[in-house]
């Protein structure tokens, strides 16, 4: 009997259905438990919109260490602050998984910053950054807060209520510039035009992971190969537009003056090149330096402003907050005075608010995914090599047996019995372990710095006196604000008032 090519092809369909539903469905022996899923799509499919939502209350039926499943993947989600910390900690679970789009954008293998393997060339690129944030932090911050108080002070001058949320995230682009590629007092009408359109790509890039395909070819493997979303080829079509904006940077450093040129990670960089320009296998390579200053410019520009935008808000809901701020801003610095990181150990509800707002927030409430080095056993169970950890540090920072006040905004949980500042043990706004984020430094002093500059100039208030303020974020893989209008009044000069 002969068989057709038709029938060869629905055979061999057939049968790829067949193992891509086996392997949806089949886990490695003592593995964690977890639902079964659906054939095919697998498991993961349950997390939805608050993905760190749905793990907790699966973690209530499998366990604070449970598994989902899809053709291509095993995964281990992690709930509760015991249980993320050993993940975090474990000195085996500090590789990263690489989703298709960012396969085809690095390559197989990343380098950089966020997606690398944990080997000497992450350990290489987080030693430029740390020296970098380090040595300039405090200037860069407190030039970037002036300039953002400035800008705000023009942008609400007229009283009408408006959304602060662009103006924050176009100062910290130019932030981001100035780490990367050096500080420059004045720009001509030409850069300052080209940082607009950069801000312009960066927020496209960010809405390309909302389409609603996006995800589909890391649930069927291979299929990026063949085909992918709209939303993804436009993800890929802005990331080009960045990493050419970073060659022009780059180029634009090499042809400044000497004098001209200020500490940045640009300058480090070059200068680790040519010293290691005759040593075989040197991990400061062009295309490591290439995806090195994309990663950052992309997660210094989200993180930093969106911090900044909940920051904003949670202050229009909390009046009292505002006036205790102020009043310790008064006794410490005086009427108009200059702060500084430092000053963090004398302001306790200062400092107190700041880490509230991370905890709050949880901008990154799974964490960024790790994977597994080699085969481990974690709490009995076999976890085999290139498992994907998903933690869920939004579980940690709001487990109701650490916090005073889980659900609510609220800077007394981290303040002691005395008012003094104390960090408490559950918080994980940073990740931890071998790749704990290394923009910590100049997050923690940008927020601090910019929450004393904003209340010692204003008045912070909802869109109207009946407006209530939303402080849901919108879920997703990153925690971001709803959009909302504020009022920013100027403060009197001679205000010693607690009012807001």
């Known amino acids: 009997m002969e068989i057709s090519s038709i029938e060869i092809i629905i055979g061999l369909v057939v049968g790829t259905l067949m193992y891509l539903a086996y392997k949806s469905m089949v886990r490695p022996a003592n593995f964690p438990p977890g639902p079964l899923g659906i054939p095919i799509l697998g498991s993961l499919q349950l997390l939805k919109e608050y993905p760190e939502q749905d793990m907790l209350k699966l973690s209530k039926t499998y366990g604070n260490l449970f598994s989902l499943k899809t053709a291509a993947r095993n995964y281990v989600c992690v709930c509760g602050t015991d249980a993320n910390k050993e993940v975090l900690y474990h000195k085996n679970i500090a590789d990263r998984p690489t989703a298709y789009v960012f396969y085809m954008m690095k390559g197989n293998q990343p380098r950089g910053i966020v997606h690398s393997k944990f080997n000497e060339w992450l350990k290489a690129n987080r030693a430029l950054m740390h020296t970098v944030l380090t040595d300039s932090a405090d200037e860069i911050v407190d030039t970037q807060t002036t300039n953002m ?85 436009k993800c890929l079509e802005t990331s080009d537009t960045i990493f050419k904006y970073c060659a022009e940077q780059v180029a634009a450093y090499k042809t400044r003056l000497d004098t001209e040129k200020t500490k940045s990670l640009v300058g480090l960089y070059l200068d680790k090149m040519d010293q290691e320009k005759d040593v075989q296998n040197t991990v400061f390579t062009k295309d490591n330096f290439r995806i090195l200053l994309y990663d950052i410019f992309i997660a210094g520009t989200e993180n930093a402003s969106k911090t900044m935008e909940f920051a904003s808000l949670y202050l229009a809901a909390q ?72 933690m869920n540090s939004w579980s940690s920072n709001t487990q109701d047996d650490r916090w005073k006040n889980p659900d ?81 009044q100027l403060r009197e000069v001679d205000d010693h008032t607690d009012s807001t």
């Open 149 to 233: 108080m400035n800008e705000l002070e023009d942008y609400f001058g007229s009283g009408e209520p408006s959304y602060i949320g662009d103006l924050i995230f176009a100062s910290f682009v130019t932030t981001v510039v100035d780490v990367l590629f050096g500080s420059k007092t004045v720009r001509t009408k030409e850069e300052k035009d080209r940082i607009e359109e950069i801000v312009r790509t960066v927020v496209t890039f960010k809405e390309t992971f909302t389409g609603k395909l996006f995800m589909l070819p890391e649930l069927i493997p291979g299929l990026h190969n063949i085909w992918i979303p709209e939303s993804a080829k």
């Open 319 to 390: 009046p009292d907050v505002q006036r205790k701020i102020h009043k310790e801003i008064t006794e410490v610095l005086g009427k108009n005075g200059k702060v500084q990181y430092q000053d963090r150990l004398k302001m306790h509800y200062t400092i107190a608010t700041a880490f509230e707002i991370l905890r709050f927030s949880s901008m990154t409430p799974n964490g960024v995914p790790r994977k597994a080095m080699k085969d481990i056993t974690l709490n009995g169970y076999f976890i085999p090599k290139g498992t994907t950890f998903l």
């Open 408 to 488: 609510n905004f609220d800077p007394e949980n981290f303040l002691d019995e005395g008012g003094k500042f104390a960090m408490n043990d559950a918080f994980m706004g940073f990740g931890g372990g071998l790749r704990k984020c290394v923009g910590e430094p100049l997050i923690k002093t940008e927020l601090f710095v910019f929450l004393v500059k904003l209340v010692q100039k204003f008045h912070i208030k909802p869109e109207t006196d009946d407006t209530k303020i939303d402080e849901e974020p919108h879920g997703g893989v990153l925690h971001t604000p709803k959009p909302q209008k504020l009022r920013l």
